[in-house]
Structure formats: C-alpha cells, structure tokens
C-alpha cells in the first residue's frame, strides 16, 4: 500500500521560499505523475502542478512563473519550491499521486502560514 | 477562477438520494472524477472516468455524465457522507488540471 509522507517549513515570511517535500513508501514513481495541491483555509482546492516519472512537469498558469516541482528518484521523494511568497499563498498544501489524471493516493497535508 | 462549476451547497434527508453536479465545457472532451473531503482530512477519490468507484468505496456512491455536466449520485446517503465533495478534470486543451469549486454536503 502506497503511503506519502509530506513535510517542510510552515511558517514563512513574504518574499521567502515556501519549500515542501513528499517521500513516497510502498512504490516506485513509475508509470505516475506526482502533484501537489493547496487549500486555502474554507476555501476549495487548487492544483498547483506535477511532474511525472521521466521529469516532465506541468504547471498551473497562475503559479508557472514562481512553481519548480523537483523529483529525487534516489530518496523516492519529490519536492515543491514556490518562491516570492505572499499572505495569498497561506494554504494547506497536499502531495498527491496520480494514474490517469486521477489522484488515487494523497499526502496528510501540510499548513503553511505566510505572516510578517 | 474555477472551468468547472458546482453548486455551493446542497442538502439531503438521511437515507434520501442526492446528485451533486458538475459543469464544464471540457467535460465534452473529459470524464470527471470526484472526491471527498471532510474537515482537516486529505480528499479521498470516490468516483474517477466518469462512473468507476475505487475499491473500499460503497456502491451507493456512482457516477454519470451527459453534454457539459458530470454527477455525483449518492443514494441512500449516510451521515457520514456529510462532507465536501470536489469534481476534477482537465481544462479544454487537455494540459491543465481543473477543480470544481467544491459543494458543502449536509445530511439532514
């Protein structure tokens, strides 16, 4: 059974780096795309972007000029670094892997605070 | 702002059927998957293409789609199906990945 485990920094300053990361047990990435999503406190959901198992990623427009998802085969682990932070991006971010465009296992989920 | 669009809010008397929808103009092109979330819990998959539930999901929960529009049926719904359920797809050209903006489930 495949288990992600998600972790990183969850207080952050405007303008720093919002930097996560997703280990993978139980699998390998091939044959997937790993995501990451966000949620806004009472707000609905938000993909962020992913990367599938050769290193291609794909980015949501709004965020593509700020998003760099990284995989780390060696580690079974894959990262998100956001950079330019503002209060906007305070979320619950989630890592999550897809099959078929389909997100059959999540991470438990991170909150990240952006505060001065 | 969200490509696919669901209802805010919808409710349902215990043991009662309720359908959940989804619309979209990509959802010509692409099937719908839907998922759960309930508070300060990760989203499970319950539907995905269209109609086929995940192993561990109950058959009360199924799928359809017809034109622009995706559903979520639940029949005979249970208080623990209280919860926020999001639809997904891709955008129209196939690249992006989209959510709806969420629908607020209450069992009465």
């Known amino acids: 059974q495949v288990r992600l485990q998600q972790w990183g920094a969850g207080r952050l300053k405007p303008s720093e780096t919002l930097s996560l990361t997703c280990a993978v047990h139980?699998?390998?990435?091939?044959?997937?795309?790993w995501s990451w999503i966000r949620q806004p406190a009472g707000k609905g959901l938000e993909w962020i972007g992913e990367?599938?198992?050769?290193?291609?990623?794909n980015y949501s427009p709004s965020l593509k000029s700020r998003v760099t998802i990284s995989l780390d085969t060696s580690n079974n682990q894959f990262s998100l670094k956001l950079t330019s932070v503002t209060a906007a991006d305070t979320a619950v971010y989630f890592c999550?892997?897809?099959?078929?465009?389909?997100?059959?296992?999540w991470g438990q989920g991170t909150t990240v605070i952006v505060s001065s | 702002s969200s490509e696919l669009t669901q209802d805010p809010a919808v409710s349902v008397a215990l043991g009662q059927t309720v359908r959940i929808t989804c619309q979209g103009d990509?959802?010509?092109?692409?099937?719908a998957n839907w998922y759960q979330q309930k508070p300060g819990q990760a989203p499970v998959l319950v539907i995905y293409?269209?109609?086929k539930r995940p192993s561990g999901i109950p058959d009360r929960f199924s799928g359809s789609s017809s034109g622009n529009t995706a559903s979520l049926t639940i029949t005979g719904a249970q208080a623990e199906d209280d919860a926020d359920y999001y639809c997904n797809s891709r955008d129209n050209s196939g690249n992006l990945r989209v959510f709806g903006g969420g629908t607020r489930l209450t069992v009465l």
């Open positions: 999550a892997r897809a099959l078929y465009f389909v997100w059959g296992v």
């Open positions: 293409g269209k109609d």
């Open positions: 990509s959802l010509r092109r692409y099937h």
């Open positions: 139980g699998g390998s990435f091939s044959g997937y795309h």
């Open positions: 990367i599938d198992d050769s290193g291609s990623t």
